[in-house]
């Protein structure tokens, strides 16, 4: 049972450099999210997807895009990393939009 | 002023001691309350949902004051194991999918 997995768990990107994160849950789960994590702050989210087919703005969506093609995948990308997003990136999932989440395992972007 | 505030700490306390965390909430519209715990550079997992009547689990207790706009985290008996940073998430019904996370509150409990 894997839950939330997160690809990759680590990556260095120069600045100007693109990247996909992919997330894939395995909980037939309809939302799923992105966050950032910065050193002594709370999540703070990218996107969001309410489900297959469907992507919305949070609270920090500059610099960012989403798909949501595959109901259990949700992909997020970088057109030009900028050193402003090194940060922890978590993926989660829940089956609707007031029960716990599931999170993935992180992860560790850095941009120099 | 943040949606949700949280005194960021950290609390240092001995094993066996009682500590409290609480949580303030800036929209009245805010509908659903959890405690989400995060050991240091892993993923955040759930604690605890908080319900309007006050919820337990064991050593742990969540409440929840509406009109106050706050929630609590009282933890007893304080284990070495309880050492992490707890999250307040509120959601509200009018962002679908949306939870907005405290900043988080560092606990360390010491022998």
């Known amino acids: 049972n894997a839950g939330v997995t997160q690809t990759p768990k680590f990556r260095v990107l120069k600045t100007g450099q693109s990247m996909t994160l992919l997330c894939a849950q395995d909980?037939?789960?309809?939302?799923m999210y992105w966050y950032r994590q910065d050193p002594g702050m709370g999540l703070r989210l990218i996107h969001y997807?309410?489900?297959?087919?469907?992507?919305a703005k949070g609270e920090v969506p500059d610099g960012y895009n989403v798909s949501r093609l595959k109901k259990q995948n949700f992909l997020l990308g970088l057109e030009s990393a900028a050193p402003s997003q090194t940060s922890v990136y978590f993926c989660?999932?829940?089956?609707?939009?007031?029960?716990?989440?599931?999170f993935g395992q992180g992860t560790r972007l850095t941009v120099v | 002023r943040k949606e949700v505030e949280q005194d960021p700490g950290p609390f240092n306390v001995p094993e066996g001691a009682t500590v409290a965390f609480n949580c303030t909430y800036s929209n009245s519209a805010s509908q659903s309350f959890f405690w989400y715990r995060q050991d240091c550079r892993k993923e955040p997992k759930l604690l605890m949902s908080v319900y309007s009547s006050g919820n337990e689990d064991g050593r742990f207790t969540a409440q929840l004051n509406r009109a106050s706009q706050y929630i609590s985290l009282l933890i007893r008996d304080s284990k070495l194991s309880d050492s992490a940073t707890y999250l307040c998430?509120?959601?509200?019904?009018?962002?679908?999918?949306?939870?907005?996370f405290g900043d988080g509150t560092t606990l360390t409990v010491k022998p």
């Open positions: 998430v509120v959601q509200t019904n009018t962002n679908a999918g949306k939870s907005t």
């Open positions: 989660a999932s829940s089956y609707s939009d007031r029960v716990q989440a599931f």
């Open positions: 997807s309410v489900g297959e087919g469907t992507t």
């Open positions: 909980m037939n789960h309809e939302y």
